[in-house]
């Protein structure tokens, strides 16, 4: 049995911490294992952030929609926007920026480090552009406690 839930808010990075924090909350709820919760949050953040960020940058604000399809061995989670569309409606690849201990801590990249985090969490991400929407799914796989 699928067991789902959706929630919307506003594209502000208030409002995204809030819709974030409550689809953690009803993860738990559902018997989702705190350590796979904790690795959602983050690949959730990350793609909520630029939806926030990027994809509403050039345009007046508008809302994200996050569904979330739990079955007993994997969770969907589907974040939709009215935003801009990625660069040729591609998904970055997300390779880590190279850097190492001797980097100095004013070389080192503001960011790039979202789209590598996502994808080694997530074990499928899809996405694509329908209409005026995009629409981003990642795939997590886990074991309920429930």
Known sequence: MVETFACSFRATELDARRGVISVVHRLK??????TRVDEVQIALAEAVNNVVEHAYS???TGDVLIRCNLHSDRLWVEIRDAGMPF?????PEG???HVDASTPLEDLPEGGFGW???????????YKRNMD????????????TK
């Not at 929407?133 to 309920?144: A, D, G, R, V, Y």
């Open 58 to 60: 050039e345009t007046t």
């Open 29 to 34: 709820d559902m018997g989702v294992p705190d």
């Open 116 to 126: 590598f985090l996502i994808r080694e969490l997530a074990s499928d991400i899809q």
């Open 87 to 91: 660069p040729d409606t591609k998904l």
């Open 95 to 97: 390779k880590p920026a």
């Open 133 to 144: 929407n995009n629409q981003l799914s990642l795939c997590f796989e886990i074991q309920l």
